[in-house]
């Protein structure tokens, strides 16, 4: 399957993949209108910056999602091999904060958790982080 | 009746257990048999639909279509009476025999009361664990009401949580000195106490009820107070006497392997039904939580199927809110505390031999499962960069091998 890997060297620290992941999931037609809401749309997709390096963080979408069998509402599910959310299944306890090994669920404002979803519930069709990545630090590939 | 896969329960271990035998064997018969006569649901929902936040179509585990799309056979509002391990038998309460080749006891736990004069008398008193529970506390509802609730743990205080804003008074009576005694310290007990006070509740520590009445209860501080709704919740005991009168070993629960084996050939058992070896204080103990339980169905499911799987990591690890004020706990309160101030909370490591054993985060608790990892993997904290992992779970705290390895590679 399709996943997001992280080329780390390449990581400029932009963070332009997180202004992506927001508008790609916002619904708005434009990039200026998603970031003039009143509530900033929210990345699923989180860049971590250190003195020099820096890399992108988004859903592993696990083979053994912990999330997934930690979930006590059934919100999560694995859909042919996607890690997916049902947001009017989510509750919101957080369940899945504490079990995501790499840290990869994002609240949402109104308290229910946000997902990376590889973009196939949106109208992209393909990752919008990797595709407006300048320096294919984050690639959307068959790996092992 | 035969079936090559029998499994006693309908709820999160059970469902793994369906879908563990499913990853591995697509067709053999699988009959689920329960008690309750519901299609599979979210147990902690149940507080969540009292209060009003979910709705019952929403409180499901599992949408309905799950048995059809898993090709389980079911038999809800059927009690399992007594196993044979020997002949392979399971005898239900309506007289049916099942032949199984494959077993997973999956029977959960029931909420224990404890001796009480007067309780068995007590009129609109109420256990909550089940949809039944909460329904009859809802008949009980009136705005006028007056709660008392037995038992300052997680399901107590969920409890509490549904009912502040439906009813006239709410007291806690706990024998303990704080709330959620088995997973938190004085210090954070402290500061969720000051939250359920804002909220309006009233706690009575180390406090018992003595005896029930008329309508009343009376503490072990003499005081008497009357109520409206009863609420026992002082804890849950594993379900086992299947199990015992089977001649399978228990102790405080199901004992099993870590393929979820029990003493008896062919007969799994995984949930709240059973003791888990707990790796982060390293003891033996009956650890109720629903990923536990999933996780746990799932291995048993995966084995009884001839597949391969063993689940050796257990630990308890709970996000509970109350009112929008989350506390998640993982692991244990072995070894050395580290206290972190956070803007709008606490975080408390616990540590012990250079590993994380356990934690309790109160306020921002974004990606903490970075932390339950450290947990789970008994990482060395000398390996990692600890001082800014404390202050906040980042992977660059991690070696770059170990950065390549999660980001880098498929897992
Ligand atoms: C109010 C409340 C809130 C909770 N909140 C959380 C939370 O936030 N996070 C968390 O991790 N956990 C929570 N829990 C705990 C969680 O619900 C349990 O750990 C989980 O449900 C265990 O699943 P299980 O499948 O082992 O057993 P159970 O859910 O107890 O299910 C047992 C099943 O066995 C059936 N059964 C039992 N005996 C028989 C018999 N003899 N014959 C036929 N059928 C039988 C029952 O009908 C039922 O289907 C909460 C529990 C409660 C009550
Ligand atoms: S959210 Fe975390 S645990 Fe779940 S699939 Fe993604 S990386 Fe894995
Ligand atoms: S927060 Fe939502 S997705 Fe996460 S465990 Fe709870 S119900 Fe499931």
């Known amino acids: 399957m399709k996943r997001v890997y992280v080329n780390e060297e390449w990581c400029l620290g932009c963070h332009l993949c997180e202004f992506n992941c927001g508008f790609a999931n916002s619904g708005e037609t434009s990039m200026i209108k998603a970031y003039h809401r009143e509530q900033r749309p929210l990345s699923r997709i989180r860049v971590e910056d250190g003195d020099d390096i820096h890399f992108a963080v988004n859903c592993r979408h696990c083979k053994e999602p912990l999330c997934v069998k930690g979930c006590i509402t059934g919100a999560l599910s694995v859909e042919d091999g996607v890690i997916k959310i049902d947001q009017d299944q989510c509750i919101g306890c957080r369940t899945c904060i504490a079990m995501c090994p790499y840290g990869c669920l994002v609240l949402s404002h109104n308290h229910t958790m946000l997902k990376c979803e590889l973009c196939l519930e949106n109208s992209c069709g393909e990752p919008a982080c990797v595709t407006g990545c300048p320096n294919r630090a984050i690639v959307y590939e068959e790996r092992g | 009746m035969k079936t090559k896969y029998l499994i006693i329960g309908n709820s999160a271990a059970a469902i793994g257990g369906v879908q563990g035998i499913r990853e591995v064997d697509k067709r053999s018969k699988i009959v689920l048999v329960a008690d309750e006569p519901y299609s599979?649901?979210?147990?902690?929902?149940?507080?969540?639909?009292?209060?009003?936040?979910?709705?019952?179509?929403?409180?499901?585990?599992?949408?309905?279509?799950?048995y059809r799309q898993y090709g389980v056979d079911t038999l809800l509002g059927t009690k399992v009476t007594a196993i044979d391990p020997t002949r392979h038998i399971?005898?239900?309460?309506?007289?049916?025999?099942?032949?199984?080749?494959?077993?997973?006891?999956?029977?959960?736990?029931?909420?224990?009361?404890?001796?009480?004069?007067?309780?068995?008398?007590?009129?609109?008193?109420?256990?909550?664990?089940?949809?039944?529970?909460?329904?009859?506390?809802?008949?009980?509802l009136t705005p006028d009401a007056k709660v008392v609730i037995m038992g300052g743990g997680l399901i107590g205080l969920k409890a509490a949580e549904a009912l502040i804003d439906h009813v006239k008074s709410l007291t806690i009576v706990d024998l303990a000195d704080r709330v959620m005694p088995s997973v938190l310290d004085s210090e954070v007990a402290q500061v969720m106490q000051q939250h359920l006070e804002d909220l309006g509740m009233v706690l009575k520590l180390k406090t018992s009820i003595k005896r029930?009445?008329?309508?009343?209860?009376?503490?072990?501080?003499?005081?008497?107070?009357?109520?409206?709704?009863?609420?026992?919740?002082?804890?849950?005991?594993?379900?086992?006497?299947?199990?015992?009168?089977a001649g399978i070993d228990c102790e405080r629960g199901i004992l099993t392997n870590e393929s979820q084996l029990t003493s008896a050939a062919d007969v799994y058992a995984a949930g709240d039904c059973t003791q888990s070896h707990d790796i982060s204080a390293d003891v033996d103990r009956n650890i109720a939580i629903l990923p536990n339980a999933f996780m746990q169905g799932e291995t048993a499911g995966i084995n009884m199927a001839g597949g391969q799987a063993v689940f050796d990591k257990a630990f308890p690890v709970n996000s509970m809110g109350i009112k929008d004020f989350y506390l998640l706990t993982a692991g244990s309160t072995e070894g050395q505390p580290q206290i972190v101030n956070t803007p709008d909370g606490i975080r408390k490591f616990y540590i012990a031999d250079d590993e994380l054993k356990g934690y309790m985060i109160l306020g921002e608790c974004q990606r903490a499962g970075i932390y339950t990892d450290l947990i789970r993997q008994k990482t060395k904290l000398s390996t990692v960069d600890w001082n800014s992992l404390a202050e906040a779970p980042k992977l660059m705290a991690f070696d770059v091998s170990v950065r390549k390895a999660d980001l880098a590679q498929a897992h």
């Open chain 2, 90 to 140: 399971a005898t239900t309460d309506d007289g049916k025999e099942i032949t199984y080749e494959e077993l997973l006891i999956a029977t959960g736990s029931h909420p224990f009361v404890p001796p009480i004069e007067g309780k068995d008398q007590a009129k609109n008193a109420f256990t909550f664990t089940t949809f039944d529970d909460a329904q009859g506390v809802k008949k009980a």
């Open chain 2, 212 to 245: 029930v009445g008329n309508m009343s209860v009376t503490l072990s501080d003499g005081a008497k107070l009357p109520y409206d709704i009863l609420i026992f919740a002082v804890g849950t005991r594993p379900n086992q006497a299947l199990a015992e009168a």
């Open chain 2, 40 to 66: 599979t649901y979210s147990r902690p929902l149940i507080s969540y639909w009292l209060e009003g936040r979910v709705d019952r179509e929403h409180m499901v585990y599992r949408n309905p279509d799950f």
